[in-house]
């Protein structure tokens, strides 16, 4: 397997300076905090089919503009089991941050096909009311 040129997901929220790592009790697993509101964030990965993954590959490399007109307009993004496109994403429960990877299904696992994308604000709202 030939290795990505893109950074991972993972190791971007890492090194983040509004992401803190928190242990949880007695050093049992992790939770990550969004620092500037102090909001929990959660992991969501989602597949899409070939045209909704097309659209949500022009919505992600679009503008704030785009993201929020989209939202306005009241467009959805659907998820479909089992597609060709993945999002993984961590977003924040005020829905002020959202860090986001696009993958693509090749050589029997998702690869990814962009690098890591930060949206902040109300581009982050607008890009959840979207695919959420």
Do not use: W
């Amino acid at each position: 397997m030939e290795s990505s040129a893109y950074r991972m997901l993972p190791d971007v929220m890492a090194a983040h300076p509004d992401v803190e790592t928190r242990k949880g009790f007695l050093g049992f697993g992790t939770k990550r905090i969004y620092r500037p509101t102090g909001s929990v964030m959660k992991k969501v990965d989602a597949e899409y089919g070939v045209e909704e993954g097309a659209r949500l590959q022009a919505l992600l490399e679009g503008t704030d503009a785009d993201r929020r007109a989209a939202a306005t307009q009241g467009m959805k993004i659907s998820s479909a089991p089992n597609g060709n496109v993945r999002l993984d994403y961590y977003r924040t429960a005020d829905r002020q941050f959202v860090m986001a990877q696009l993958s693509k299904f090749s050589h029997f696992s998702y690869e990814p096909a962009a690098d890591v994308m930060v949206f902040k604000d109300a581009d982050a709202d607008a890009l959840l009311s979207v695919i959420e």
